[in-house]
């Protein structure tokens, strides 16, 4: 083949008009990603973005908006149970899931404000991780 795959530049999660306050309270604010100004071009249709450790997270507004309760981004984490706790004791409801502890990986997902799913997960198998 002439072409190749580099990874993934960015995600796009859906959001309804106006999200745009409760996304940086919830994406930067409490997670603690840096906001990222968007092309001038692209401001006018409203939305945020952000940075996410190496990738970008974009979330675009859309009409007739509804969550993604199933399809979902994975973002891997150093020092999983410490965003846990932090996550809970910010009371963000987390729900827990072992389905994968034998590969060695701890997981829990939780939905955005707008209803979206997002998992967390960490390698714990040492050299196992992929992303950290």
Request: glycine content about 8%.
């Amino acid at each position: 083949m002439d072409f190749s795959f580099c990874g993934i530049d960015h995600i796009q999660l859906a959001a309804p008009e106006g999200c745009e306050d409760e996304a940086r309270r919830f994406f930067s604010e409490l997670l603690g990603w840096t906001e990222l100004p968007k092309p001038e071009n692209l401001r006018k249709r409203g939305g945020v973005w952000f940075q996410c450790g190496n990738h970008q997270v974009h979330i675009g507004v859309q009409k007739d908006f509804n969550p993604a309760t199933k399809a979902h981004p994975a973002f891997a984490v150093l020092h999983l149970e410490h965003l846990r706790d932090y996550l809970l004791t910010n009371h963000i409801q987390v729900m827990d899931d072992d389905a994968r502890q034998d590969e060695g990986v701890k997981r829990f997902y939780l939905n955005d404000p707008f209803g979206n799913r997002l998992e967390f997960l960490e390698w714990r198998l040492q050299g196992k991780s992929p992303h950290c």
